[in-house]
């Protein structure tokens, strides 16, 4: 079986999300943890269990995703107090680059369609250095 693959929007820009380390770190299991394809994720109880941190941590570690669209919460259709929970489909992993490719046409479609909101990140200008080493110093 063919390892899934990433959405370039998770792997090449996530040093630059507007978020704190911690909900970066938290994002990145969430990638490994979603089903790839639908980007489903655990319950929040589920996501606190397996992360081995609170609900009420889990929602600090959400809050920033949700703002940027790249978990999207809606409500369950079995009860109205709890929510499922997915990645953004151009934040998803897939089974394939081809399943990628056909999702990321679906999802602009549906973007364009206003069935989808899109992802709130920002617009990059500048790009860390990829050779040498960058000028870092504790503050």
Known sequence: MPKPVMSPLVTERIWALPIGAAAVKFLSYLVYRSQPGTG?????KGMAAEYNVSPAAVNQLLNPLFELNIVLRTPSERSKKTNRYNLHPLAARYESPEAMD??????LADMKAGRLAPLNL????????????PDLRVA
Request: proline share 17%; charged share 20%.
């Open 40 to 44: 489903a994720l655990p319950s929040q």
């Open 102 to 107: 056909e999702a990321f046409a679906q999802a």
């Open 122 to 133: 920002p617009e990059y200008r500048a790009v860390p250095p990829s050779e040498g080493r």
